[in-house]
């Protein structure tokens, strides 16, 4: 099969001819119909991630169809669509599994990161972490759900019961959050790059009572904050525009350091936290509730050996929504691989 290799961190994704896979007891092989661009990508890419490995088939936003199943595998059929995401595999052993929170297992696994991931045709994926998805939809639009809108959904509820919503870097992640915080009659704050006008005016076409730069300040104190840009400086700033009793969320995988702070923003009772991973529970949840809002996602498509154009965009800040990998341009035949 062909397929986009990280050979290192720090280098380009090379175009490949691996091995076909096949299914092990308990695993799909999935044809990959598209598989969504994102942030996390650029984290493997640039070697910031400890649980990442190296050559790997980066993404984790994976929509496809089954084209075998493994031994003992009952719950889906050759054909159906399924959607494969970041949480790869988990013990089921440990303390934080058997208590319902597996996106906390010590050994998990990650798709795109510790196992091969969708830049590819075909994935192998434990069924027990994929989900069924919609026929009706566009592969490149469900995309995103599978990490963007499990993540975005995560965050939401971490947020608690906040009537004012702000939520820092307007992407992928955000512009879902955007649609869940609206259908819950929350009011959405964004906060951009400084200057950046096109991301406020998305953001304002979803619904944002407010956009500006992280650097602004809205008129009124905010319920909760989200953050989603992996900029440790933003913690800060949104514990200044929270009130007291709120919540800030980082949401992100990686994150720079977080500066010194004066202990006077935090009190008053407010809170940090992080959202990691996912939980099946997670997806079943999101994946039933989005298409009755219905969720609308935002993509900018780019042929799945035009990987590093679409992280390029990603990391400049370039792409309105998500950046979404589907297909392949003919071209010179990928260079062998027996990894």
């Given at each position: 099969?062909?397929?986009?290799?990280?050979?290192?961190?720090?280098?380009?994704?090379?175009?490949?001819e691996?091995?076909?896979?096949?299914?092990?007891?308990?695993?799909?092989?999935?044809?990959?119909?598209a598989?969504?661009?994102?942030?996390?990508?650029?984290?493997v890419?640039?070697?910031?991630?400890?649980?990442?490995?190296?050559?790997?088939?980066p993404?984790?936003?994976?929509?496809?169809?089954?084209?075998d199943?493994?031994?003992?595998?009952?719950?889906?059929?050759?054909?159906?669509?399924?959607?494969?995401?970041?949480?790869?595999?988990?013990?089921?052993?440990?303390?934080?599994?058997?208590?319902?929170?597996?996106?906390?297992?010590?050994?998990?696994?990650?798709?795109?990161?510790?196992?091969?991931?969708?830049?590819?045709?075909?994935?192998?994926?434990?069924?027990?972490?994929?989900?069924?998805?919609?026929?009706?939809?566009?592969?490149?639009?469900?995309?995103?759900?599978?990490?963007?809108?499990?993540?975005?959904?995560?965050?939401?509820?971490?947020?608690?019961?906040?009537?004012?919503?702000?939520?820092?870097?307007?992407?992928?992640?955000?512009?879902?959050?955007?649609?869940?915080?609206?259908?819950?009659?929350?009011?959405?704050?964004?906060?951009?790059?400084?200057?950046?006008?096109?991301?406020?005016?998305?953001?304002?076409?979803?619904?944002?009572?407010?956009?500006?730069?992280?650097?602004?300040?809205?008129?009124?104190?905010?319920?909760?904050?989200?953050?989603?840009?992996?900029?440790?400086?933003?913690?800060?700033?949104?514990l200044?525009?929270?009130?007291?009793?709120?919540?800030?969320?980082?949401?992100?995988?990686?994150?720079?350091?977080?500066?010194?702070?004066?202990?006077?923003?935090?009190?008053?009772?407010?809170?940090?936290?992080?959202?990691?991973?996912?939980?099946?529970?997670?997806?079943?949840e999101?994946?039933?509730?989005?298409?009755?809002?219905?969720?609308?996602?935002?993509?900018?498509?780019?042929?799945?050996?035009?990987?590093?154009?679409?992280?390029?965009?990603?990391?400049?800040?370039?792409?309105?929504?998500?950046?979404?990998?589907?297909?392949?341009?003919?071209?010179?035949?990928?260079?062998?691989?027996?990894?």
């Amino acid at each position: 099969m062909q397929a986009m290799m990280l050979e290192a961190a720090g280098t380009p994704l090379s175009r490949r001819e691996l091995a076909d896979p096949r299914p092990g007891p308990g695993e799909l092989l999935v044809r990959v119909e598209a598989c969504g661009v994102c942030r996390t990508d650029l984290h493997v890419a640039d070697g910031e991630l400890p649980q990442a490995r190296y050559p790997i088939v980066p993404g984790h936003e994976i929509v496809g169809r089954v084209a075998d199943l493994g031994a003992g595998v009952d719950k889906f059929a050759t054909g159906d669509r399924v959607g494969v995401p970041w949480l790869a595999w988990t013990c089921g052993e440990c303390d934080y599994c058997r208590s319902g929170r597996e996106n906390l297992c010590d050994r998990a696994r990650f798709t795109g990161c510790s196992v091969n991931g969708g830049y590819a045709e075909y994935v192998v994926a434990d069924a027990r972490f994929c989900f069924p998805l919609p026929d009706a939809a566009r592969a490149s639009e469900l995309a995103p759900w599978l990490c963007a809108g499990l993540i975005g959904h995560g965050a939401l509820k971490a947020a608690g019961d906040a009537r004012s919503l702000g939520i820092f870097g307007f992407g992928a992640a955000a512009h879902i959050v955007a649609q869940l915080a609206r259908f819950q009659r929350q009011q959405v704050f964004a906060f951009t790059r400084p200057g950046d006008s096109v991301a406020q005016a998305f953001a304002r076409s979803l619904g944002a009572v407010w956009a500006g730069g992280s650097d602004e300040t809205p008129e009124q104190v905010l319920d909760a904050a989200i953050i989603f840009a992996p900029v440790g400086s933003l913690v800060p700033a949104a514990l200044r525009i929270v009130a007291k009793g709120g919540t800030v969320v980082c949401a992100g995988i990686h994150m720079s350091d977080i500066p010194r702070f004066p202990y006077e923003i935090l009190w008053g009772e407010r809170h940090i936290c992080s959202v990691a991973n996912l939980t099946r529970r997670d997806a079943t949840e999101f994946i039933t509730l989005a298409p009755t809002i219905p969720i609308r996602t935002n993509v900018v498509e780019f042929a799945m050996d035009q990987g590093n154009e679409a992280l390029s965009a990603l990391r400049t800040g370039a792409i309105s929504g998500a950046a979404v990998l589907t297909g392949w341009r003919s071209g010179p035949p990928p260079h062998r691989c027996s990894t």
